[in-house]
T-cell receptor
Framework: GENVEQHPSTLSVQEGDSAVIKCTYSDSASNYFPWYKQELGKGPQLIIDIRSNVGEKKDQRIAVTLNKTAKHFSLHITETQPEDSAVYFCAASRTSGTYKYIFGTGTRLKVLA | NAGVTQTPKFQVLKTGQSMTLQCAQDMNHNSMYWYRQDPGMGLRLIYYSASEGTTDKGEVPNGYNVSRLNKREFSLRLESAAPSQTSVYFC????????????FGSGTQLSVL
């Protein structure tokens, strides 16, 4: 079946450094790629997304890049802060009436003060 | 503005017992979803409902049933709980202007002994 591989599973960075999380998807028909942040004891929350007709998207300290040919997409967080510590999930989906995402396995990011 | 509300937050069952997880959203969304989250496996779709009156199986539907009671409410039932169903369960909804954006509830931690 279709899947999304996410790496690394854990990532520790010093406060102020950058963090990069990478995902690879298998369904070539996927055209929507969201990233979700999950804080302890809470449900995931959308932080940024990108569609297949765009190569890069930025929102303040976070950015997502997409290489559709290689079926790779990545999350970049710059100037990391302790509140960035959380579990991050990537996902891939075809755009349709109901979005059936395939999620990655998650990355636990720790920002060390 | 409550968003997606799940009950209960925690539940312990014995093998063979049944229970229903409740979910309600107040965003007038058409689509609702049930996911389970297991360590190292990300979020996996159990069932979804594209609109009131319809339900469909996701990746891991075995052992579960769902009911889309009305546009607001989508329940998940375990008829005969098994230890393999120990997990964190999330309800989500999507719809409106940004149909692809998932809004998650805060989750139900279920342990089956």
């Amino acid at each position: 079946g279709e899947n999304v591989e996410q790496h690394p599973s854990t990532l520790s960075v010093q406060e102020g450094d950058s963090a990069v999380i990478k995902c690879t998807y298998s369904d070539s028909a996927s055209n929507y790629f969201p990233w979700y942040k999950q804080e302890l004891g809470k449900g995931p929350q959308l932080i940024i997304d990108i569609r297949s007709n765009v190569g890069e998207k930025k929102d303040q300290r976070i950015a997502v890049t997409l290489n559709k040919t290689a079926k790779h997409f990545s999350l970049h967080i710059t100037e990391t802060q302790p509140e960035d510590s959380a579990v991050y999930f990537c996902a891939a989906s075809r755009t349709s009436g109901t979005y059936k995402y395939i999620f990655g396995t998650g990355t636990r990011l720790k920002v060390l003060a | 503005n409550a968003g997606v509300t799940q009950t209960p937050k925690f539940q312990v069952l014995k093998t063979g017992q049944s229970m229903t997880l409740q979910c309600a959203q107040d965003m007038n969304h058409n689509s609702m979803y049930w996911y389970r989250q297991d360590p190292g496996m990300g979020l996996r779709l159990i069932y979804y409902s594209a609109s009131e009156g319809t339900t469909d199986k996701g990746e891991v539907p075995n052992g579960y049933n769902v009911s889309r009671l009305n546009k607001r409410e989508f329940s998940l039932r375990l008829e005969s709980a098994a230890p393999s169903q120990t997990s964190v369960y999330f309800c989500a909804s999507s719809g409106g202007t940004y149909n692809e954006k998932l809004f998650f509830g805060s989750g139900t931690q279920l342990s089956v002994l």
